[in-house]
């Protein structure tokens, strides 16, 4: 397995873990938004 690929393949699983925590920040947003408009 080239080096490349396997620094490609760290740089999409940090992007993706980066996502992952804008959706969860998303999530916790709107389910606080919810409990407050109940």
Known sequence: MP???GGGYNDLMEHWRNDLKDLA???NFTNI???LDR
């Open 33 to 35: 938004q919810e409990l």
């Open 25 to 27: 920040k998303v999530v």
């Open 3 to 5: 080096s490349e690929f």
